[in-house]
């Protein structure tokens, strides 16, 4: 693998991963990523906050680090072995984990760390099946650990939990505080990250017909392939391709694609990689950054999003980082800043820990779909599921 990297890539795969190895709390009794870092000149602050995603990217970039061989084997294995003990430490609802953990006490936030203001205890459906989906990937990779994360998490999460059978759509989550299900669903006619919801949803369901039924709800009502965005940022369509094998959305991600194109050809002298991400032009906020979509389109570059065009058109995402890489600030030992706008050169001071380890698990794939065909395995070519279209 390491030796099949081109250097382009290995280095900043490499200097993402130095990256990465920041975020993770080093205690003995715990190995959680912490959700963000921000930089100055003489030190770097820690936002101890961490969510059920951060952990299951945090696995993931354990496998992905061990398959770079940055890591060796026995190091990743006593990493992902403190995260799943501390994973079975922390308080969780009908199986389903909190929204928001602190990583250090691993307690459940009822409270934002820097603010104070109050945290609805929240169980978000498609931040479950981001964990749900690494714990099903290392248990292929690591079979020694399959059967812990069998009995102790995957047995306990029944994703129909969060499935609304008169709208035949997945709701957002479920308010623990409020003992209620969202008002909003997550739209079967629009593509967005929460497919993996039924993905993963399917992976866990034994019974043949049910997996079929489940993956049908990847079409839209009139039982086609949806063809718009839901927000318009570059990861919704294209991180859940870093783990789930789906040609039947080749020609729509192509589509989609070229809308993000053409807007950076118009506007953005050819850049592309808007996405949800930091944005420097609002004090580093986390923003709904798209094109074609709900959210606002501006001038302001994600690395992720940058990095997983190169999952949809190589030779531009290739140009579009060449010249992103040489804006002062934006990329340096530890790899790249979450944003900048690229019509000012301003460049956010944080990096986000999600959209970090995007980049390193694209990296790794753009050689090797390392992650995809574990996952793969959890479907066979004679039920048709992990390859192309489920049957209507």
């Known amino acids: 693998m390491a030796e099949n990297l081109t250097p382009f890539l290995r280095q900043r795969a490499l200097r993402t991963w130095a990256s990465l190895d920041l975020f993770f709390q080093r205690e003995e009794s715990n190995f959680f990523p912490v959700d963000r870092l ?30 770079l061989q940055t890591l060796d084997s026995n190091e990743a294995n006593r990493r992902l072995g403190l995260m799943l003990e501390s994973l079975q430490k922390i308080e969780t609802f009908n199986g ?6 602190d990583s250090k006490s691993k307690k459940k936030l009822n409270q934002w760390p820097e603010d104070g203001h ?11 099946a981001w964990l749900a989906l690494a714990l099903l990937i290392v248990a292929q990779a690591k079979p020694d650990l399959a059967e812990l994360i069998q009995e102790e998490f995957l047995s306990k999460m029944n994703f129909d939990f969060f499935f609304d059978e008169e709208s035949n759509e997945n709701f957002g989550g479920y308010s623990v505080s409020q003992s209620e299900y969202t008002k909003h669903h997550y739209s079967r006619d629009l593509l967005s990250e929460t497919r993996i919801v039924h993905w993963v949803n399917a992976a866990l369901t034994e019974d043949k017909e049910q997996r079929v039924k489940i993956l049908q709800r990847l079409l839209n009502k009139q039982g086609a392939i949806p063809d718009k965005l839901a927000g318009g940022a570059l990861f919704e369509l294209l991180m859940p391709r870093l783990f789930i094998r789906e040609k039947y959305l080749d020609v729509v991600l192509q589509q989609i694609f070229d809308g993000h194109l053409e807007y950076g050809n118009q506007n953005l002298g050819g850049m592309v990689g808007i996405s949800v991400a930091d944005n420097p032009n609002d004090d580093d906020r986390y923003t709904e950054m798209g094109v074609g979509g709900i959210y606002s389109s501006g001038s302001v570059i994600s690395a992720h999003g940058v990095v997983l065009a190169f999952l949809a058109r190589p030779e531009i995402a290739l140009k579009a980082i060449s010249t992103l890489e040489l804006i002062p600030g934006f990329y340096d030992e530890h790899g790249y800043k979450d944003a900048v706008d690229v019509k000012t050169g301003k460049t956010t001071l944080t990096q986000v820990f999600i959209d970090q380890a995007m980049v390193f698990l694209c990296l790794i794939t753009l050689v090797d779909d390392y992650f995809a065909q574990l996952f793969s395995k959890y479907f066979t070519d004679e039920e048709d599921l992990a390859f192309s279209l489920p049957k209507t």
Do not use: C, H, M
């Open 38 to 67: 921000r930089f100055s000149l003489t030190e770097t602050n820690i936002f101890p906050q961490t969510k059920p995603t951060n952990i299951g990217l945090g696995i993931l970039s354990i496998l992905g680090a061990e398959k």
């Open 96 to 101: 389903f984990f909190y929204d928001w953990y």
């Open 118 to 128: 109050e945290l609805d205890l929240f169980l978000s459906s498609v931040d479950n």
